[in-house]
């Protein structure tokens, strides 16, 4: 889905999930996609008992991610989403905030 | 035209 002309992206039904990774640095889940892929980025899984599966509102498998910690994440690589998820820099709290569209 | 089924997905 392409965002509108003038750049801003429909936010209807769209849901924020927040959550801080475990003592590995790891979130729990699985992305597919990306420009490179020629599809959207989509979670494929979830892993049981990981930051991913006990937040609250919960990640789940076929949301899409819109954004990452507010970076419209459209036009990026499959290793660049990556490298943003991992990358916990950009906030001082060290949490991950995805805008999805559930699945 | 045959194109490269391969999908990947990456642990985060």
């Known amino acids: 889905e392409k965002s509108t002309p003038n750049g801003i992206i429909p936010h209807d039904n769209l849901v924020i999930v927040r959550m801080r990774p475990d003592e590995n640095g790891r979130f729990g889940f699985n992305v597919k996609g990306g420009s490179d892929q020629k599809m959207p980025v989509i979670v494929s899984r979830v892993a049981p008992g990981t930051p991913a599966d006990q937040c609250v509102p919960r990640l789940n498998e076929g949301d899409q991610v819109v954004l990452i910690n507010g970076r419209d994440i459209a036009d990026y690589t499959h290793d660049q989403v990556v490298s943003f998820i991992k990358c916990s820099c950009e906030n001082n709290s060290n949490e991950l905030i995805l805008l999805v569209r559930p699945n | ?12």
């Open chain 2, 1 to 12: 035209e045959e194109k490269d089924e391969c999908i990947i997905a990456t642990e985060v």
